[in-house]
C-alpha cells in the first residue's frame, strides 16, 4: 500500500510535466534527450582525453619510471570504476540523479583545471606538481565514477513507460556518443601535447586545459536542459537493502551456530525473520551472477594496460607512416574505432553464421573465448616487446659499465686494455663505433687503463669509470702522441620516441651552435662538450658561428628513440666544416604498426567478453536487481586496475616476461571460468519476475539491445 500511494503521488506530481513535454520534430523523442546525449560526448571527451595523454606525462614530466607511472595510471583507473558505487547511493537514497550529476561534475572540473595547472612547469617545483596533479586525478575519479550510473539512467528516465522502442534507440546514440568522444578525444590530445610546444616542451597543459574546456562545455549543457527535464525522485538504493539483508543473515546464521537450530537450505535464508522471502530469493539469484564475477577482474587488467603498458611499448618503436606520425598515446584510437566496425560484424554477421552451423555459443562461452583471445594480444605484445629490445641497449647495472671509442685523429689508433688481451680495438679516423664494449667494475668506481698505439709509438689513457654508466672515450693526438678525453653518455632512450642531441668542438676556437629551434650556446674549443637536447623526429638544418664566420648545418635525420654525439670541425685549406654524426644509441627499428594485431586480437576480445558480459548480467538478474549487478561488474574493472598494480610493484621481470605472465594468469582463469561455467544454470525469464509485480505491466527495455547497439561497454 505505501509503495502504491508513493507512486500515485510521483504519478500525479509528474503528470502536468507530460502534458508540457517538448518534442523532437513531432517525433515522440523528448527535446531533452539532446542536453543528455551532448553531455555525455562532451564528457567522455573530457574522460578520454585526458587519459590518454596520462601515462607519458607521468614519465616524461613528473620524470617517473615505467613502473610508477603504470602503477599510479591503474590505480587511478581503478578509484574510477570505484566511485560509481558511492554515486549510485547518492542519487537513489538523497539527492537524485539531476542533483547529483550536477554537483559532482562541478567536483569534476575542478578536478580538470587543478591537473591542468599541475601540468605548466613554472608553477611550483616537482612537489607541487606532484601534489596538484594527485588532488586533481582523485577529484576526476571521484567526478567521473560518481555520474557514471547516473546519466544514461538519467537519459532513460525522460521517456515515457509506452515509448519503449524511442527509448532503445536513445540508448543507441547514447553509446554511439560515447565512443565518438573517446575517438576523437584520443586523437586530438596526443596532438596538443606534442605538435604545440609551451614553456619550452610538450605542451601539457593545453592538452590537460581542452578537456577540461568540455567538462566545463558538458556541464552548462546540461544545466541548459533543466526546464525540459523529467526529474524523478529518489526512491531509496536497492544495493542498501541487499547489503542489510546480507549482514542480517550472516550475523543471524553467527548467532545461532551450533547443533541445537535447524539447517537451513542456502546460507542467505536466515534473513528470514526480518526480510521477505522475494527478496532473498532475489538476492540469491543475483549472489550466483556475482559468484561468476569472481575471476573477470584478470580481464580487466590485460585491457586497460593498453593505456600504459603497451602506450610506454609503442615509444621506443618507429612511428613513421611515410607522410604523417602517429603518437605513441594514438594507438590506443585503433581500439575504439575497431569496436564501431566489430560490433555490427559480430551481431549481423558472425554470430548468425555460428548458430547457423549448429554451434550453441552460450553467453558464458563467448567470455570464455574473449578472455583466450586478450591472452593472444598479450602474447602478441611479449613478441612484440621482444623485438623492440634488439634495438635497445641494456641499462648497465652495478659492477658494470660501457664504453666505446671515438677517433677524431688523422690516422688509424689501436686501443688495447692492460691486462686484458680479450678488450683490443682498431679505430680508422672518423670511423664509427661498434657496439659499446663492456667493463666489469671490482667496486663503484675504478681505474682503468689503455695503451694506445699511434704510428707505432705507445701511450697510455687513464680513466676512471663509475659503475651502472655509459661513456664514450674521444682519441686525439698532441704531436706525436695519443691522448683520450672521457665523456659521459646517455644509457637510456630518450622518451616518447624523441631523439637527443650533444655537440663535440673539435676545433681550436669557440662555437655558438643552433640545431633548428634548440640553441646549445657557447661550446668550448678543443673537445669541448655541450649538454643533451631532446628533440623531435625529424630533417633539421641550423648554423654554427667560429669567430666573425658563420657556417650552415645540415645534421640529417634524428630519428625515433636514437641519441646522438655531433662532432664539428674546421677543415684546414678551405675552413670548410666538418660534421660528423655518431648514433651512440641505435634509433628505433621495430615499427608501431606491428602492435596492430595485439589490438586487433584485445578488441575482438572486448566485443566477446564485455558486450555479452552486460547482456548475460542483466538478462540473469530481476527488474530492481539490475543497479546491483551493474555495481558489481564496474568493480570488476577496479580490481582489474589493482592487480596490475600489484604485479607492476611487485614483479622484477623483463617487460616482455611481464607480458607473457599476465598471458598465462588470464589463461588459467580462463579455465577456471570455464568450469563454473558449466555448472551454472540460466535463469528463465518468467523466475525474474517479481511476485509482487503486476503480470500485466512492461518490463524496462532489455539492456540486450542496448548493448548490441554501437556500444563500448568499458567507456560506459
Same mark, same amino acid.
Given at each position: ?35 543528455? /546525449? ?305 560490433? %555490427? ?33 598479450? /602474447? ?53 663505433? $661498434? ?58 632512450? %630518450? ?28 661550446? $668550448? ?29 645540415? /645534421? ?126 540460466? /535463469? ?16 524496462? %527495455? ?15
Amino acid at each position: 500500500m505505501v509503495k502504491n500511494r508513493i507512486d500515485s503521488e510521483a504519478q500525479k506530481d509528474l503528470s502536468p510535466r507530460k502534458k508540457q513535454t517538448r518534442r523532437l520534430c513531432g517525433t515522440n523523442y523528448p527535446l531533452s534527450i539532446l542536453f543528455v /546525449v551532448v553531455n555525455e560526448f562532451c564528457e567522455r571527451f573530457s574522460y578520454y582525453g585526458m587519459k590518454a595523454v596520462l601515462t607519458l606525462y607521468f614519465a616524461s614530466f613528473l620524470h617517473w619510471d615505467d613502473d610508477l607511472s603504470t602503477a599510479i595510471y591503474h590505480a587511478f583507473s581503478g578509484l574510477a570504476y570505484f566511485t560509481p558505487v558511492m554515486g549510485a547511493l547518492i542519487a537513489d537514497s538523497w539527492l537524485g540523479k539531476f542533483k547529483t550529476i550536477i554537483i559532482l561534475s562541478i567536483v569534476y572540473v575542478i578536478g580538470h583545471v587543478v591537473k591542468s595547472v599541475g601540468a605548466i612547469p613554472v608553477v611550483g617545483d616537482q612537489k607541487v606538481h606532484v601534489i596538484l596533479s594527485m588532488v586533481g586525478l582523485f577529484l576526476i575519479a571521484l567526478g567521473t565514477g560518481g555520474i557514471k550510473p547516473c546519466v544514461a539512467a538519467f537519459g532513460g528516465d525522460q521517456f515515457e513507460e509506452e515509448h519503449t522502442y524511442e527509448r532503445r534507440r536513445f540508448f543507441s546514440f547514447f553509446y554511439l556518443s560515447i565512443n565518438a568522444g573517446s575517438l576523437l578525444s584520443t586523437i586530438i590530445t596526443p596532438i596538443l601535447r606534442a605538435d604545440v610546444q609551451c614553456f619550452g616542451g610538450d605542451c601539457y597543459a593545453l592538452a590537460f586545459g581542452v578537456p577540461a574546456a568540455l567538462m566545463v562545455i558538458a556541464l552548462v549543457v546540461f544545466i541548459s536542459g533543466n526546464g525540459m527535464y523529467k526529474k524523478l525522485p529518489p526512491e531509496g538504493n536497492i544495493l542498501l537493502d541487499v547489503c542489510r539483508c546480507v549482514g542480517f543473515s550472516i550475523a543471524n546464521r553467527w548467532q545461532h551456530r551450533g547443533n541445537n537450530y535447524p539447517k537451513r537450505e542456502h546460507w542467505l535464508d536466515w534473513a528470514r525473520e526480518r526480510y521477505s522471502s522475494q527478496l532473498i530469493k532475489e538476492i540469491k539469484m543475483v549472489s550466483r551472477v556475482l559468484l561468476l564475477y569472481l575471476p573477470l577482474p584478470m580481464f580487466w587488467a590485460l585491457f586497460d594496460q593498453q593505456g600504459s603498458r603497451w602506450t610506454l611499448q609503442a615509444t621506443r618503436m618507429n612511428a613513421n607512416f611515410g607522410g604523417f606520425i602517429i603518437q605513441p598515446d594514438q594507438m590506443q584510437t585503433i581500439n575504439a574505432l575497431l569496436i564501431v566496425i566489430f560490433i %555490427p560484424i559480430f551481431d549481423m554477421g558472425i554470430y548468425p553464421l555460428i548458430g547457423k552451423c549448429k554451434i550453441n555459443l552460450t553467453p558464458l562461452r563467448r567470455m570464455t573465448v574473449g578472455m583466450v583471445l586478450a591472452a593472444l594480444a598479450f /602474447v602478441a605484445a611479449a613478441i612484440v616487446e621482444i623485438e623492440v629490445q634488439r634495438t635497445v641497449m641494456p641499462e648497465p647495472t652495478a659492477k658494470e659499465s660501457y664504453i666505446q671509442f671515438i677517433n677524431v685523429a688523422d690516422k688509424n689508433i689501436s686501443i688495447s686494455l692492460q691486462g686484458q688481451d680479450d678488450v683490443s680495438v682498431m679505430m680508422a679516423p672518423f670511423q664509427d663505433p $661498434d657496439d659499446y664494449i663492456k667493463l666489469r667494475l671490482n667496486s663503484p668506481i675504478q681505474l682503468y687503463s689503455f695503451n694506445l698505439m699511434y704510428e707505432n709509438v705507445t701511450s697510455v689513457c687513464n680513466i676512471q669509470i663509475s659503475e651502472a654508466n655509459a661513456y664514450s672515450a674521444l682519441l686525439y693526438t698532441e704531436g706525436e702522441l695519443a691522448r683520450c678525453k672521457l665523456l659521459k653518455d646517455e644509457k637510456l632512450k %630518450p622518451p616518447k620516441g624523441q631523439a637527443t642531441i650533444r655537440i663535440i668542438n673539435a676545433y681550436s676556437e669557440d662555437m655558438n651552435v643552433t640545431i633548428g629551434d634548440v640553441n646549445f650556446g657557447i661550446v $668550448d674549443k678543443n673537445f669541448g662538450i655541450s649538454k643533451y637536447a631532446i628533440m623531435d623526429r625529424g630533417h633539421y638544418e641550423g648554423k654554427c658561428k667560429v669567430g666573425t664566420m658563420e657556417y650552415a648545418v645540415d /645534421v640529417g635525420l634524428l630519428d625515433f628513440g636514437a641519441a646522438y654525439t655531433i662532432i664539428m670541425n674546421k677543415m684546414p685549406g678551405n675552413g670548410s666544416l666538418k660534421i660528423w654524426k655518431i648514433e651512440d644509441i641505435k634509433a628505433n627499428i621495430m615499427h608501431i604498426a606491428w602492435q596492430i594485431p595485439q589490438y586487433v586480437l584485445m578488441s575482438t576480445g572486448e566485443v566477446m567478453f564485455s558486450i555479452t558480459g552486460v547482456e548475460f548480467s542483466y538478462s540473469q538478474a530481476p527488474v530492481n536487481m539490475k543497479a546491483v549487478l551493474q555495481s558489481g561488474w564496474l568493480l570488476t574493472v577496479a580490481f582489474g586496475n589493482i592487480i596490475v598494480i600489484i604485479v607492476a610493484k611487485a614483479a622484477f621481470m623483463e617487460q616482455w616476461a611481464e607480458f607473457v605472465l599476465f598471458a598465462c594468469l588470464l589463461l588459467a582463469v580462463s579455465v577456471i571460468f570455464t568450469i563454473m561455467a558449466y555448472f551454472y544454470t540460466y /535463469v528463465d525469464s518468467e523466475q525474474l519476475v517479481s511476485k509482487d509485480e503486476d503480470k500485466e505491466e512492461e518490463m524496462p %527495455p532489455p539492456y540486450r539491445d542496448i548493448c548490441l547497439s554501437t556500444v563500448k561497454q568499458t567507456k560506459i
